[in-house]
């Protein structure tokens, strides 16, 4: 597991992509799971090109964690998997 999957906005983050955004995803701006995964790669970018951050920085910023988990949880939406507890 990578750091950043132990961050508390990272985990929250992907909770809300496969619990609440995925789920309903079609009551959203977004319309689809494939739109929604479009965009937040998109702010991921952002953050990555403007700010520097990385998924490997020591003490991520929150908004790109919490960014990134949801990025992830609506993937694993649109991979079949599904969100499990962490138990490390």
Partial sequence: MAEIEKNIQYMEGE???????GPNVDKTHY???DKAIEVKELVIQHFETEFGYSREMEVPDKN???ELGILEGLKKLRDGERSTPRND
């Fill in 64 to 66: 790109y964690a919490y």
């Fill in 15 to 21: 909770w809300v992509g496969t619990h609440s955004i």
């Fill in 31 to 33: 319309k689809t799971l």
